[in-house]
């Protein structure tokens, strides 16, 4: 599902989208960057730390999946930035961050219909229904 520029085009989907990046299994960013003009608002020890932190949420929570079904995402807001975790196969995860004036819900459905419509594509799509009666022949 990782493709070369995932990020980037997460970022084009929204304005409000400050950084996008792919987080692997050991809680460093594999991919990623910032939409053009924006700094980031922490250093890289501090940058890095947060993303140990949100792999470790998301990993937690993934805990609960099989009582309260699978987890698909989280939002964290502070003052100054909203971030969105979402789970990307086993082990990393895609780490988003928009402005505060960023609508959440709508950010939130943009990104799980991007990362929804690039599973299926790289899993080759849903399966073909079944013409007929559904009844199989023995050959």
């Known amino acids: 599902m990782q493709g ?12 409000n989208i400050r950084f996008a990046g792919i987080v692997n299994g050991n809680g460093e960013v594999i991919e990623g960057g910032f939409q053009k003009g924006i700094r980031p608002l922490l250093n890289g020890t501090a940058e890095q730390q947060m993303y140990v932190q949100s792999l ?3 990993m937690t929570l993934r805990q609960f999946s099989g009582s309260l079904g699978e987890f698909r995402y989280s939002v964290t807001e502070h003052d100054r930035v909203t971030l969105l975790t979402f789970p990307l196969g086993k082990d990393s995860i895609l780490c988003v961050s928009a402005s505060p004036r960023a609508r959440t819900e709508k950010l939130r459905n943009k ?3 991007f990362l929804k419509k690039k599973k299926d594509v790289s899993s080759g799509g849903s399966k073909p229904k079944r013409k007929g009666n559904g009844s199989r022949k023995n050959v």
Do not use: P, Q
């Open 111 to 113: 990104v799980l219909a």
């Open 4 to 15: 070369a520029g995932l990020c980037e085009k997460v970022i084009k989907l929204d304005r």
């Open 56 to 58: 470790s949420n998301v």
